[in-house]
T-cell receptor, first 114, second 114 residues
Framework: GDSVTQMEGPVTLSEEAFLTINCTYT??????LFWYVQYPGEGLQLLLK?????DKGSNKGFEATYRKETTSFHLEKGSVQVSDSAVYFC?????????????FGQGTELSVKP | ETGVTQSPTHLIKTRGQQVTLRCSSQ?????VSWYQQALGQGPQFIFQ???????GRGNFPPRFSGLQFPNYSSELNVNALELDDSALYLC?????????????FGPGTRLTVL
């Protein structure tokens, strides 16, 4: 079945460092891809999305490009801030006979130090 | 625009009891999905409701059941609670029937089963 694999955390960076969180997926058809962020004690917030191959999603300095040839959707940010500390989830939208469910990776915890 | 709201915020139950969690979807959305997020894990799809009918179900036993009301709000009911049901329960709303499959999440209900 469909699945998402993320790089394991925790990832610890200094402020203003470059961030990459790897995400690869397995899916039949052409899913939409998402990055969600979860701050401590909160629900999930949509960070960005891409709906077809070569689309680039971007928001708040974060970017990710839908790469069909490598089945990847890596998250990047050029200069992280302490306020970016959170858990990041990569997800795909899988339809078929189970409705429009989201399939999530296991999450990558990011800690940014001043 | 009103976001997704959930109640209660926290809940403590004992094994064998029953629980009802509630969700109000984002204004204009007609589809509600429920997810279970165990500590340190990504969310797992429980089921989705569209037009008051179940529109897909994940690998959860029948003691997990739901309802959607005409105003698109929803309930998640869990019978015969087990210790492993302790988790954060997330509700997400979306607008089915369009090309967008983006789901927007509420803050979650933290359920502890003792």
């Amino acid at each position: 079945g469909d699945s998402v694999t993320q790089m394991e955390g925790p990832v610890t960076l200094s402020e203003e460092a470059f961030l990459t969180i790897n995400c690869t997926y397995t899916a039949t058809g052409y899913p939409s891809l998402f990055w969600y962020v979860q701050y401590p004690g909160e629900g999930l917030q949509l960070l960005l999305k891409a709906t077809k191959a070569d689309d680039k999603g971007s928001n708040k300095g974060f970017e990710a490009t839908y790469r069909k040839e490598t089945t990847s959707f890596h998250l990047e940010k050029g200069s992280v801030q302490v306020s970016d500390s959170a858990v990041y989830f990569c997800a795909l939208s899988s339809r078929g006979n189970q409705g429009g469910k989201l399939i999530f990776g296991q999450g990558t915890e990011l800690s940014v130090k001043p | 625009e009103t976001g997704v709201t959930q109640s209660p915020t926290h809940l403590i139950k004992t094994r064998g009891q029953q629980v009802t969690l509630r969700c109000s979807s984002q204004s204009g959305h007609n589809t509600v999905s429920w997810y279970q997020q165990a500590l340190g894990q990504g969310p797992q799809f429980i089921f989705q409701y569209y037009r008051e009918e179940e529109n897909g179900r994940g690998n959860f036993p029948p003691r997990f059941s739901g309802l959607q009301f005409p105003n698109y709000s929803s309930e998640l009911n869990v019978n015969a609670l087990e210790l492993d049901d302790s988790a954060l329960y997330l509700c997400a709303s979306s607008l089915e029937g369009t090309m967008s499959d983006t789901q927007y999440f509420g803050p979650g209900t933290r359920l502890t089963v003792l």
